[in-house]
């Protein structure tokens, strides 16, 4: 039972850290669009459609590598936060280098634009300290056995009872 239970923490903590990473993303991309003060406020419902759209991407995107680290994290009992934020950009990171074109001849990347991969190492690194927040912190914890009370140890043996010795 207690299995069932941490697989809904983890993902309740996955979609947490997702939905967060998509707000940084959508942030980090619209920006230049903030900074314009001459062109008004930005509209509410095409941001919170913007919002979405980068949860669903982030989302989706990033199921597989992170669930190797959560698999990783839990199995070995990892708890540390900066194992969480390693893993988070490294998510990110690949995550973004998922999307960018690979040539196999010279085994370099076509057109990687680096603030687009600094921005989403930035967001994996923030979504894997959301995850430690809400689930790393208990990592494996499921695993180990319920603690018992310890029972007081026996009385002694009175010494009318113990045999003569010899």
């Known amino acids: 039972m207690a299995l069932i239970g941490r697989i809904f923490v983890i993902l309740l903590a996955f979609l947490a850290a997702c939905f ?4 940084i993303v959508v942030g980090a991309v619209l920006y230049p669009e903030f900074s314009d003060l ?16 980068g949860f669903i991407f982030l989302s989706g995107f990033a199921l597989l590598p992170a669930l190797v680290v959560v698999l990783v994290t839990e199995a070995f009992y990892i708890r540390s936060v900066l194992a969480y934020a390693v ?16 040539d196999p001849d ?28 809400i689930a790393g912190r208990n990592a494996g914890a499921w695993r180990t056995p319920p603690k018992r009370p310890q029972q007081p140890p026996p ?8 045999p003569p010795s010899l």
């Open 20 to 23: 967060v990473a998509g707000m």
């Open 38 to 53: 001459g062109s008004g406020p930005i509209d509410q419902g095409a941001l919170n459609v913007v919002l979405g759209f």
């Open 87 to 102: 893993g988070g950009a490294v998510v990110g990171a690949a995550c973004y280098l998922g999307l960018v074109p690979f």
């Open 106 to 133: 010279t085994l370099r990347f076509d057109g990687i634009v680096h603030r687009h991969l600094e921005i989403m190492t930035g967001a994996g690194i923030v979504a894997g300290l959301v995850y430690w927040m």
């Open 155 to 162: 009385p002694p043996v009175p010494s009318n009872l113990r």
